[in-house]
């Protein structure tokens, strides 16, 4: 993972690659391109053929989140559907994720696993963009903020992390400790993941090398990782 990445369920972490992930409704796809992941049990692939359009939604809505372990729902325009059910709200984590609520109950996790993973006192039904020791500290410059618009891939809500602090620990203004990052979910529930900036200089967790990313269903019985 790295710098300018994106997710169909996509992601570039900004290291000059795109990869993707792609929801095919629970159907298992028999061959995949180079470098594609998946299927998981449900039928999500990863493929390589994204796009990187970055969205600025810093002239969106700012969100409530703030520091290591703070979170926030927010309203959906739209049902979003993910792993089989419907959602019309999200609960967006400081700490690099957002999850759909039940019957998950922990929306902010400053530690973070490989997925799947059913332990009652971590999160599900979660999208993982960036998980790691992250934090947003609004006083230092770090807001997490939403948007709504449209490309070609259709209508989307973009979640953009803007200037977190990885080490949660490391928090001072402009430092270079700080990472851009964001999620667009489509109307159709395609999730495209996007990463600006995702260099750090404490190198464990620079272009997302201790980050875990990636998609779990409802009770932690099914993900897919990348």
């Known amino acids: 993972p790295g710098l300018n990445d994106t997710w169909w369920y996509m992601w570039d972490f900004g290291d000059g690659t795109n990869t993707g992930w792609q929801s095919q409704g629970g159907t298992t796809i028999p061959t995949f391109p180079e470098g594609d992941i998946g299927p998981d049990k449900y039928g999500h692939t990863a493929d390589d053929g994204a796009t990187y359009s970055w969205v600025d939604a810093t002239s969106g809505t700012e969100t409530s989140v703030d520091g290591y372990?703070?979170?926030e729902e927010v309203d959906l325009p739209w049902a979003f559907e993910f792993y089989g059910e419907k959602y019309t709200?999200?609960?967006?984590?400081?700490?690099?994720?957002?999850?759909?609520?039940?019957?998950?109950?922990?929306?902010?996790?400053?530690?973070?696993?490989?997925?799947?993973?059913?332990?009652?006192?971590?999160?599900?039904?979660?999208?993982?963009?960036?998980w790691d020791y992250l934090a947003v500290y609004n006083d230092y410059g770090g807001y997490v903020y939403t948007k709504e618009g449209s490309d070609s891939y259709g209508d989307y809500f973009c979640i953009e992390w803007y200037q977190a602090s990885i080490p949660?620990?490391?928090?001072?203004?402009?430092?270079?400790?700080?990472?851009?990052?964001?999620?667009?979910?489509?109307?159709?529930?395609?999730?495209k993941m996007q990463y600006q900036d995702t260099y750090t200089s404490y190198s464990y967790y620079s272009y997302g090398g201790s980050a875990t990313v990636g998609i779990e269903n409802q009770d932690g019985s099914d993900a897919l990782q990348y």
Not at 169 to 178: A, D, E, F, I, K
């Open 89 to 130: 709200s999200v609960y967006i984590s400081s700490n690099g994720f957002i999850d759909f609520g039940d019957p998950n109950t922990v929306h902010a996790y400053t530690s973070n696993y490989q997925i799947p993973d059913n332990y009652a006192y971590r999160p599900n039904n979660a999208i993982y963009v960036l």
């Open 69 to 71: 372990s703070g979170y």
């Open 168 to 191: 949660y620990y490391y928090y001072t203004s402009g430092s270079p400790y700080q990472v851009t990052f964001e999620v667009l979910l489509y109307e159709d529930g395609l999730i």
